[in-house]
């Protein structure tokens, strides 16, 4: 039986010994930075493999040296860290890994980093489809505009700036639709409200730059790397307006836990056919089958885990 346990003021434990108190600071002003990173199980290897779990351990540190928190692990040992918790859970399914480097001082009216200590906790949970639609999914235009650099920082994953995301996706739910798409605060387009997207329009790939407010996505690293090397397309930076979206071939979202999802309506319009557009596909088609280990030439992408 897989054991449910988090790596916890540097032990692991069983999840639910893993407590903080009511006073801790990143509860009450969201002074947190976090990751999400898959681990893929492969059924016919019966192997576990974590996807570019270094990279994600590099942009955590980065969110970390934002937020002034000090902790305690270089990238290689939060690697080893992870392999060990996996290992000690015994899970054999797909799962998201959840590391969150947090602000733990517990003392409530202080405002000043530099002055509160921090700490790293880590679980994983099981975890099959986020979005929860087959083939292409449904998107609205936000009525949130997505946080500018010079309010949060957007480019890393700093827990109190999910706020925003959260406001846009509840309201993209309520109304119905799968997703929200945020534009920044000129208008342009952003991202999804956990996904980075990408526009594709006679044959040519564009994705938003990170300037435009929007998370350096590993998948969306992933995704510009596979449009070159299996598609020959090279995919071009720029920024996209929102009638651009309306009018092109096909949109796709790219997430860690939305890996690669075709959008086949905006606001109601459908985009191209409306179905899963053919440069979706096959950039799909690749990803789906390289996170689990499948494919040699991008395995160094995949942490195997050893289990017992
Ligand atoms: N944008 C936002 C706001 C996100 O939360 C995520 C999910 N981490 C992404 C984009 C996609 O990033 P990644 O591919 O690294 O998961």
Redesign the pocket.
Known sequence: MPKSLAFFRGKIVPVEDAQVGVMTHALHYGTAVF????GNWNEDQRKLYVF?MR??YE?LLQGCRMMLMDIPYTVEQLCDITVELLQSCGYREDLYIRPLAYKSHELVANLKLHELDSDFTLMAVPFGNYIDADGAIHCTTSSWR?IDDTIIP?RV?ISG??V??ILAKTEAALAGFDEAIMLTPNGDVS??????LFLVTGGQIFTPPVSDN?????????AITLAREELGIEVVERSIRRSELYLADEVF??????HVTPVGSLDRRPIGSGEVGAITQKISDVYVDLIRGGNPKYRDWCTEIPME
């Open positions: 990751e999400g990173i898959r570019r990279e994600h942009r997505r957007p994953k700036h999910y925003n995301s991202e999804g409200s956990g996904e980075n929007n998370l350096t996505g590993i998948t969306r690293d992933s979202l790219t997430g860690t836990a939305a």
